[in-house]
């Protein structure tokens, strides 16, 4: 995989990490979803997508391999919680993110902020590598770097170019990621150094590519307390929180919130909540080691007080139980029978 404009070099054995090979789109998009963002597949081609999904985590960040094998477009909201790398290794597609509109190819990688919608128009040789950092992890080396905390949400510029003198920065850094197996393995069982990992990959990104501050979804700036609401749900995300902590925090009503985040969010201020726990409940389970937790423990980590609800909220939202990716991950079988 490595090129004279890709200064990357992969040593782990991808076939060990294998999530998904199937050839039905609704298993694609479920087993797709499921690690990176739900989202909506269109094959362009008469045949179905062939998907190959590889991921390996270490910590609040992951590498995936994703190849689709037919054009295909992928239609997405927000990714809210997580930053997605994406370096091409062969064949080209379209972004649209965030008001860009760049052509992906080994040339030329992108960076997706969890802010904005996104569109992708994938050729069937599309074969990309996408590194996912949690936006939290990201925020901290933000606020480490700027020496204070910004409550302004962080958009990376969408092209970044692989030739260049700061994507060398950068790969270096994701080089540690997929450095070899033995590594890897060592990292998922130290917390340490997975913490040291987790920062060295965001504060490299920080450095190697432009950012500003986000646009929200729609374009529109949101209003303060909006902002202001979401800034408290992010920093509380693990505590108890209501509709009307969100207000007296926001200073407004609760009537005036909803309306708010119906109008700027397109979505509920608790569903919001349980959104971007659900999220990072998985995030969890999947980065976890036998033994290491239990559902339960986790689950009230992020805030779900009745276990059933959580239940039944996780299987919709991921199309399986909890326990049943704790299992998956606890024992390494991260593949679809």
Known sequence: MRTSDQPLTVGIDW???????SRDQEEIVTGVSQ?????????????????????????????????????????SGPLYSCYLV???????????????????????????????PFRIVMDAGYDQLIVRIDQRVMERARDARAGGSDDQPLQFK?????????????????????????????????????????????????????STAAAPPGGAAAPLYVRKAEEYIHAHLTDPITVTDL???ARVSTRSLYAGFKQHRDIAPMALVRRLR?????????????GSATVTEIAFRWGFGHLGEFAAAYRQRFGETPSATLARAGDGTTGYQ
């Open 247 to 249: 207000a007296v925090h």
């Open 15 to 21: 076939r060990r990490y294998t999530v998904l090979q």
């Open 35 to 75: 690690v990176l963002r739900p989202h909506s597949l269109h094959c362009m081609d008469v045949l179905d997508a062939s998907c190959l999904l590889q991921r390996v985590t270490a910590g609040h960040v992951s590498a995936i391999r994703l190849r689709y094998g037919r054009s295909v477009v992928v239609d």
């Open 158 to 210: 969408l092209a970044f170019e692989t030739g260049s003198a700061p994507w060398a920065v950068w790969a270096a850094a994701a080089q540690a990621l997929l450095s070899s197996d033995d590594f890897l393995t060592q990292v998922q069982h130290s917390p340490r150094l997975g913490v040291h990992l987790e920062q060295l990959l965001a504060s490299s990104l920080l450095e190697a590519q432009p």
């Open 278 to 290: 659900l999220e990072y409940v998985r995030h969890e389970l999947l980065a976890s080691t036998a």
């Open 86 to 116: 994406s370096l091409p290794l062969a064949g080209n597609a379209i972004y649209e993110h965030g008001g860009e509109t760049v052509t992906a190819t080994p040339r030329t990688a992108t960076v997706l902020s969890p802010h904005q």
